[in-house]
């Protein structure tokens, strides 16, 4: 039913994903300076109540049947990718870190996602990004022990 992810032989057994269908957190992106928000705030409730109300539930069911020609087992999948997701949200986005760690996240994101103009393999992207990425999350880590002491 599900295929595995590739795993890092040296890694450390831990591997994240986005986990929603719908955008990277699970939530309609708002666009600043968008010529529609009215339509982004529909989608939203739309997307709310095809998760709360049984009615819609049923209607969005018999819309992947019907229109998608969704089987029995593609219907089970679905439901369980979204419990499983549901168990272990996790935010993988950027925003409010620096715009220097965001454009590292952004190329190495594009890159998984999209292949760019050259292909690359997984263990490759995370080389190319690694000395980049990795000193750009201790310099955001420092800032967060700093305003952690101011805490205290």
């Not at 992810?5 to 057994?13: K, T, Y």
């Not at 719908?22 to 600043?32: A, C, E, K």
């Not at 109540?49 to 049923?58: L, Q």
């Not at 990004?129 to 967060?144: G, H, K, M, T, V």
């Amino acid at each position: 039913m599900f295929a595995p992810l590739p795993r890092d032989e040296n890694g450390d057994g831990i591997y994240y994903m986005p986990s929603s269908f719908y955008g990277l957190d699970g939530s309609p992106v708002l666009i600043m300076n968008a010529p529609n928000p009215e339509g982004e705030a529909l989608l939203a409730s739309c997307l709310r109540f095809k998760a709360i109300d049984p009615v819609v539930i049923s209607i969005d069911e018999q819309q992947l049947r019907n229109t998608y020609l969704w089987n029995d087992d593609m219907i089970e999948m679905s439901k369980e990718c979204q419990e499983i997701a549901d168990e272990h949200f996790l935010i993988g986005t950027a925003n409010n870190v620096s715009s220097s760690l965001s454009s590292v996240y952004d190329t190495l994101s594009r890159s998984i996602v999209r292949g760019g103009r050259e292909p690359s393999t997984w263990a490759q992207l995370r080389e190319n990004n690694r000395e980049a990425f990795e000193y750009y999350i201790e310099e955001l880590n420092a800032i967060i022990d700093e305003f952690a002491e101011t805490l205290d």
